[in-house]
């Protein structure tokens, strides 16, 4: 069969996740979901946006769009539950199967078994879903006749949906990443080390439409430039999840040897992590120049038990120095759940450099697990720390990656 697909038109359907949920609101949604498919789609080309029947319509303008790459962007934006590239058809059956049959010849050649599915929300269409699924199935089977159906364990799903704007054939219906628009939510300021967990709580909470920026302690020079740079290359793997992530970046050594000096050691862990959140809330408190972001939460990546300061008891002392809410999206999670996302979102290579973190200088051998905050309070009451912390955030530097 001499056959040529060139003039098929192709478009990817985004097909909204939650947000076809939404009621009054989801214009605002889907404002949000739009700017951030822009901004992923940045580098690749123009294309049409038309928001119908819960999708988005994304038409490429020109030939040499690659929308095999944009489909890979795509599936990191979220507020998508289902991303398909397809061809678009007009609504006459006949037509359908003429211009359609060759534009599935390259992947139905390869396989041995099909099934069709038909959708029909355009109920004027005269014929209905069983009666498309049956003709096109027969359709197929004319054009391929080395194909045999299965209904249950198919190579291939041809998928037929008939809409308000036309018809639309496809092959490739991938998932989104789901959740609601970065962005929808409001932002908060993450407390980013160089480990697996905070860059997976990151993308939890961003998934529920936060947008995020971080704060990373380090504490040069008992920390290299190196431990650094790789959480800087932590923030660039996760932008295309986040959008965009200002790095906050603030030199702790000075606490952390104020705090050696002055506390008992098994406090000390848990005395820095109060010394971050307060840091932390200094930084959510100030209206920052170039930000209109007020943050309304922070983001860490505590798992409950994981290590000594991790305890209920040791929880509780952090959660008592931050001002505002503390999302721990990995609570409830065990270190292999968490390392199963960080290999999904590409941060777990990243986080597997050996680099020191500021935590792992000074670190008390014998961590204090079941701590009360009263003497917490009493050990910091015999130090001034807060100057230390305001110095620091005075100096710390900023990254953009966007
Ligand atoms: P992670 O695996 O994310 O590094 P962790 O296993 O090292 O965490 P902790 O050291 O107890 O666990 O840190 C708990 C949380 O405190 C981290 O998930 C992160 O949110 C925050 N945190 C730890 N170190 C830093 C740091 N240097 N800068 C910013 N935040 C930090
Ligand atoms: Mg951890």
Do not use: W
């Amino acid at each position: 069969m001499e056959i040529s697909n060139t003039s098929i038109n192709e478009i990817i359907m985004a097909k909204y996740g939650e947000i076809a949920l939404k009621g009054q609101n989801k214009r605002t949604f889907e404002d949000i979901l739009v700017r951030n498919v822009k901004k992923a789609f940045t580098g690749l080309g123009k294309f049409k946006y038309e928001r119908m029947q819960s999708t988005l319509y994304i038409t490429p303008e020109s030939q040499e769009t690659d929308l095999e790459q944009a489909i890979v962007c795509l599936s990191r934006v979220f507020g998508l539950g289902a991303i398909q590239k397809c061809a678009v058809l007009p609504k006459d059956f006949d037509r359908i199967v003429e211009q359609g049959m060759p534009y599935l010849e390259s992947t139905l050649k390869h396989a041995k078994t099909f099934k069709v599915e038909a959708k029909r929300s355009d109920k004027t269409f005269p014929m209905n879903t069983p009666v498309i699924q049956r003709e096109l199935g027969g359709a197929v089977l004319e054009a391929y006749p080395h194909l045999q159906v299965d209904v249950h364990n198919p190579d291939v799903v041809v998928l037929l949906e008939i809409r308000d704007k036309g018809a639309y054939l496809n092959l490739q219906r991938l998932p989104g990443a789901g959740g609601i628009p970065v962005g929808s939510s409001g932002a908060g300021l993450l407390l980013l080390s160089g480990g697996h967990d905070s860059p997976v709580a990151a993308y939890m909470i961003a998934k529920r439409g936060v947008r995020i920026d971080a704060v990373h302690f380090h504490s040069p020079p008992y920390t290299s430039e190196r431990a650094l740079m790789k959480v800087e290359s932590l923030c660039r793997q996760l932008k295309d999840y986040l959008v965009n992530i200002r790095l906050h970046i603030v030199e702790f050594a000075e606490v952390q040897e104020a705090i050696r000096n002055n506390c008992p050691e098994e406090y000390s862990t848990l005395i820095l992590r109060r010394c971050m959140v307060k840091a932390a809330n200094i930084l959510c408190s100030k209206k920052l120049e170039t930000g209109n972001n007020i943050y309304k939460a922070l983001i860490t990546g505590e798992s409950l038990g994981q290590v000594a300061s991790q305890t209920l008891s040791a929880i509780g002392c952090t959660d008592n120095a931050a001002e505002l809410p503390v999302l721990r999206p990995l609570i409830g999670m065990d270190k292999t759940e968490i390392v199963s996302i960080a290999r999904k979102i590409g941060t777990f290579d990243i986080s597997s450099e050996p680099y020191e973190d500021c935590c792992t200088v000074f670190t008390p051998k014998h961590p204090k697990t079941n701590p009360k905050l009263q003497d917490v309070e009493l050990i910091e009451s015999r130090f001034d720390y807060e100057g230390l912390i305001l110095k620091s955030i005075e100096n710390m530097k900023i990254s953009d990656f966007a």
